[in-house]
């Protein structure tokens, strides 16, 4: 029986004709609008469907008789060359099965980033940004190229190489790039957020902080996206001084992820909840939430581990009385970002440190 990793609108438009029904039979069938249907039709591979409409689609090919589900194979097969829009010549370019091949590998770098897997998620990805020159590729391996661009970016953030030739800010651009041509707006949306995120992260607050703030309000993004924008604001503004401020910011985007049902972006608010009442010298509220955040937090991702170690030790250090177990959690954090690589995380803990006037028992 036939199954798809990834739905773009090719997959959609060999499902609709496997099945035989006409654009808006479907689109009832679906229960998606008529014009979705035809947008799949028409850009094919270089767009796709939201995630929740890739579950109905894997809903209505499961539910598929048999043959159904060999139309539906015959049409991807049939399909495998360039799409008759683009007229882009590809017979140098990747077969399908190489497309499904770098689709997978997508999916185990997204896997490997999570766990901080660093050397295995470059590998991965330089296999394929290596192997093929934009001009050979169709509409659907430029999308997956932007995708393993895009990916390459945020394994470059995650290392702390934030701006130069070889940098997140680079490989985000270059994404931005291709998945502008291709004509998809989440993407470059979702991108915007990216970039906004490394103009944070070198210190260009109050750009940042500008993008956050346009890209909350951005139809192009997921209501996920423009509450993390939104949190984002927050995280700007409490690096700038304006603590209160960004507190009632950030309890805006906790109160969104509540509602969308995201206990992980719901568990980061309040790590971030707190480090902005500790900034406000409001210590009893910020050991409260980060508490939340400690006890709700992912604790199999090591990026998230640091994370919260690190505000934890930075709360912890603010008062007197709790100093040693604040340099303890800072140490904590710092071993296992130099285990990880996170060398934008251990520039932070050492800043922390400074600021405090603290020396890690290790260096005295």
Do not use: C
């Not at 689609?57 to 799409?83: I, M, N, V, Y």
């Not at 953030?157 to 680079?170: M, T």
């Not at 790039?177 to 979702?190: G, H, K, N, Y």
């Amino acid at each position: 029986m036939a199954t798809v990793h990834h739905w773009t609108g090719l997959e959609a438009r060999a499902l609709r004709l496997a099945l035989r029904m006409s654009v808006r039979v479907f689109a009832q069938h679906l229960g998606v609008a008529v014009r979705t249907v035809s947008n799949w039709d028409k850009y094919l591979s270089a767009t796709e469907p939201r995630p929740d409409t890739q579950a109905i689609l894997d809903t209505a090919l499961a539910r598929a008789d048999a043959s159904a589900h060999l139309r539906f194979e015959t049409f991807l097969s049939e399909a495998g060359g360039p799409p008759a829009t683009t007229g882009r010549v590809t017979s140098a370019g990747p077969r399908a099965w190489e497309y499904e091949s770098w689709t997978d590998d997508l999916d185990r770098v997204a896997v490997a980033l999570s766990r901080q897997n660093f050397a295995f998620a470059d590998n991965l990805l330089s296999r394929w940004l290596n192997r093929f020159r934009p001009p050979e590729l169709d509409d659907k391996g430029l999308y997956l190229l932007a995708r393993s661009t895009a990916l390459m970016g945020d394994l470059k953030r995650d290392q702390g190489a934030v701006v130069g030739p070889l940098s997140a800010q680079h490989a985000y651009a270059g994404a931005h790039s291709i998945f502008t041509q291709l004509d998809i707006p989440r993407r470059v949306a979702q991108l915007d957020l990216s970039l906004a995120v490394v103009a944070e992260m070198s210190g260009r607050l109050e750009t940042a902080a500008r993008h956050y703030e346009n890209l909350a309000v951005d139809d192009r993004l997921a209501r996920r996206d423009r509450a993390r924008a939104r949190l984002w604001v927050g995280t700007a503004l409490s690096k700038e001084g304006e603590h209160d401020y960004a507190a009632r910011v950030m309890l805006a985007a906790t109160r969104d992820f509540e509602d969308l049902g995201e206990p992980d972006d719901w568990s980061v608010a309040h790590q971030k909840l707190a480090l902005a009442h500790r900034g406000a010298g409001d210590l009893g509220k910020a050991v409260h939430f980060i508490g939340i955040a400690r006890r709700t937090g992912v604790t199999d991702s090591p990026m998230q581990r640091v994370r919260l170690d690190t505000a934890h030790g930075h709360i912890l250090l603010s008062d007197p009385a709790t100093r040693d177990d604040g340099l303890s959690a800072l140490d904590q954090a710092a071993q296992l970002a130099a285990q990880y690589g996170m060398s934008h995380q251990l520039a932070s803990i050492e800043s922390i440190r400074t600021t405090a006037g603290a020396t890690s028992p290790r260096r005295r």
